[in-house]
């Protein structure tokens, strides 16, 4: 077995990695860390959990220890999560060297985030939307750092490449030194047909060719051999019960578990329906300022939550040792999406449980993600018809019921429906129950 002194890695970040108790290179660290030390480009696909971040942190750090100057990598990432909790992993394993280090992602101060970049922090760890603005407002004096960078990360590489962020990313690329001038690496658990397309693009004159590191079998990238997965079929109209009677099972009462889901909206239907039912729950979505997202994620990690809510922004590269159940509330249209939410257990060698709710709707779906990770579900047994009935129909209807009516109350979602009436010219209509709760205020404020 290789080391990381006999493929590269220099003492100090050796030394950075066994205090983090790392000792011995992943498979897919042996292969792309002397890659990049040999100047390639990189294609590296894993599967989750397998040390993708270490594999492009680790020759960055030791490339960068050898000369420090200005802005010397670029790490760009889907979530504000996952930004994040790369930067963690860049800070710890570089604090002995006084690594300089800057976050720019979306729902934190600008003015801050343009001040770090400009006084040239070793490497940027960003969300391709928030980049882009800073490109587009910042001026000169706070992205001339980046003209000049020496590596370029796009980690999750094929949720960036998607037709989602291909503006955003363009406008970063526009900055940033041609491909002759940088090395450019690409990381993911799911290598798409855009991704490795990437691999037969012209290398320049001198460069060494890409470098591919691929796991073949699509059922080894996909599902963790000690993953149990399994899937509940009910009707649509009832899957709150379904959901708290089973957190609430003997065999799972105590269970950490992550409950996906597809929208915002359900998400907080959810997370306060099962907070009236006395579960230790939080959320994470899209809507949630970001101090709050930061925060319900380390409620999560310490244990003070064991129930975390959440949409895809969960879903890709985060790290969460002690899951030990991943529940698919909705089940996503795209198969890979299924593979990176079942990805969140069963991590570093633990064994995991994934749970579908799959509903008449749903049946295709389920069809094309069986396909995809070659391999059928078992039934979950545990749940019956009658148990539900008995157990939690009547009384998650109530806490539903009450969930609705305070969100609607608060004025849920009412920011994200100004702003896209905003985006399409249309005047927004103020929300009654809002608008009368202001005026409540007011007239107790001047009374008072």
């Known amino acids: 077995m290789s080391s990381f ?18 000792y011995d290179p992943t498979d897919i660290q042996k292969a792309c860390i002397p890659a990049i030390l040999s100047g390639h480009d990189c294609i590296g696909g894993a599967k ?51 690594i300089r280090i800057a976050v720019v992602v979306g729902g934190e101060d600008m003015m801050k985030q343009a001040i770090q970049l400009q006084n040239r922090p070793h490497f ?21 750092g980046l003209r000049r960078v020496k590596y370029l990360v796009l980690d999750e590489a094929d949720r960036l490449l998607s037709n989602s962020f291909g503006k955003d990313l363009g406008r970063c690329f526009d900055v940033l030194p041609s491909s002759d001038q940088r090395q450019t690496l690409l990381f993911t658990a799911t290598v798409t047909d855009s991704v490795r397309a990437l691999k037969d693009k012209p290398v320049p004159e ?66 306060r329906t099962l907070m009236n039912l006395e579960i230790r729950v939080t959320s994470l979505h899209s809507e949630m300022p970001q101090s709050e997202r930061t925060n319900a994620l380390h409620r999560f990690k310490a244990g ?33 999406d299924f593979v990176h939410r079942v990805g969140r257990t069963a991590r570093a060698g633990r064994s995991g449980e994934a749970v579908s709710f799959v509903t008449e709707k749903d049946v295709e779906r389920i069809l094309s993600i069986e396909e995809r990770i070659n ?68 007239v107790k404020k001047s009374s008072d």
Not at 126 to 133: E, I, Q, V
């Open 304 to 336: 003070a939550a064991r129930v975390l809510i959440a949409t895809d922004v969960a879903s890709r590269g985060l790290d969460i040792p002690t899951v030990q159940m991943v529940l698919n509330y909705d089940i996503p249209a795209d198969a890979d």
């Open 124 to 144: 940027v760890i960003a969300t391709p939307g928030r980049l882009a603005d800073h490109i587009m407002h910042s001026g000169e004096e706070t992205i001339s």
């Open 206 to 271: 001198g460069k060494p060719p890409v470098f591919i590191h691929e796991i073949d079998s699509v059922d080894k990238i996909a599902i963790p051999a000690k993953l149990d997965i399994s899937y509940l079929f009910l009707p649509s109209y009832v899957k709150e019960a379904y959901l708290f009677s089973l957190l609430t099972l003997e065999e799972n009462k105590d269970k950490t578990a992550i409950v996906f889901v597809n929208r915002t909206h359900t998400a907080e239907v959810l997370r």
């Open 48 to 98: 989750t959990g397998s040390g993708k971040t270490i594999a492009f942190a680790a020759p960055m750090l030791t490339k960068w220890s050898e000369d420090p100057m200005g802005i010397f990598g670029l790490v760009l990432t889907p979530t504000r999560e996952l930004a994040l909790q790369i930067a963690e992993q860049f800070a710890a394993l570089g604090a002995s060297m006084n």
């Open 375 to 442: 391999k059928k579900m078992d039934k979950y047994e545990q749940i019956t018809d009658n148990l539900v009935i008995k157990s939690s129909l009547k009384e998650t209807s109530i806490a539903k019921r009450e969930a609705l009516m305070a969100m609607e109350k608060d004025g849920f979602g009412e920011k994200k429906r100004i702003n896209k009436m905003k985006r399409e010219g249309e005047k927004p209509a103020v929300n009654k129950v809002t608008k009368k709760t202001k005026k409540v205020k007011k």
């Open 5 to 22: 002194k006999e493929i590269g890695v220099s003492k100090w970040l050796i030394e950075a990695l066994n205090a983090m108790k790392i």
